[in-house]
């Protein structure tokens, strides 16, 4: 049972452009969500992050954007670059219980130049 | 800076060896996580710890055992490498009781052949 769902497997965007990325999920105990980015033969690195008690964070190029009735978020990057290209994962985590981290199926950003 | 780091990038081991997976942080977190990724299925949690010689079984333990003897170091055991697990796994960490990021370390790309 997916409880964090990323239904697009890839996203092809032209650079300067708005990239959308999305995220479902399914547990209404997760409270506490964030996006990773992540390249071949490295590990995942921390984009942002976002908290149940707001609807917006903003870092930068990077915005995500949650939608608790909805059980939805997104991650919005504008202007899109070239070395963006990348795996994104989306990730959920709950207060309750022992904080650990559940991660979507991942979207592969590609940016043409 | 947060450094996890783990003992080997590449790993080729033959189908019936046990291997072991190695991985050590310096932030003195509690929490230490395994994860496998493989294609079109994203991260799955395999095992975590949120103290010494705690552990919780994630979403695909089968196969696998863990050891926390030290805060700082979390190994990962595969008790009988079979083909089936070659995969990339990535070893994580974070702070209890907070909500903050999980801070990955460069991964293992193990082949089973």
């Known amino acids: 049972d997916q409880q964090v769902k990323q239904n697009s497997p ?11 990325l999305n995220c479902d999920y399914t547990n209404s105990m997760f409270d506490y969500f964030l996006w990773y980015k992540k390249y071949p033969a490295e590990g995942p690195t921390f984009l942002i992050s976002i908290s149940s008690i707001k609807d917006k964070n903003e870092d930068g190029r990077f915005t995500v954007f949650l939608n608790k009735s909805a059980k939805h978020l997104s991650l919005h990057i504008v202007p899109s670059q070239p070395g963006d290209s990348a795996v994104y ?13 559940i ?3 991942g979207t592969r950003l590609k940016v043409l130049a | 800076d947060v450094k996890v780091t783990q003992s080997s990038r590449y790993l080729v081991k033959r189908t019936g060896e046990k291997v072991f997976l190695e991985c050590v942080q310096d932030m003195d977190h509690e929490n230490m ?10 991260l799955r949690l395999i095992y975590f710890s ?5 552990k919780e079984k994630g979403d695909i333990p089968e196969g696998y ?4 003897e030290k805060k700082e170091r979390f190994s990962l055991i595969l008790e009988s490498a079979s083909t089936n ?15 903050l990021e999980a801070f990955f370390g460069q991964g293992t790309r193990l082949t089973v052949v």
């Not at chain 1, 890839?10 to 959308?20: A, C, F, N, P, Y």
């Open chain 1, 89 to 101: 994962f989306c990730a959920a985590s709950a207060r309750t219980g022992t904080y650990k981290y």
């Open chain 2, 33 to 42: 996580f395994w994860y496998r990724q493989d294609p079109g299925l994203g």
């Open chain 2, 65 to 68: 055992s863990v050891s926390r």
């Open chain 2, 50 to 54: 949120y103290d010494v010689k705690m």
């Open chain 1, 10 to 20: 890839s996203l092809s965007v032209q650079e300067g452009r708005i990239s959308i």
């Open chain 2, 85 to 99: 697990q070659t995969s990339m796994y990535l070893c994580a960490s974070s702070l209890s009781q907070v909500f």
């Open chain 1, 103 to 105: 991660f979507g199926t």
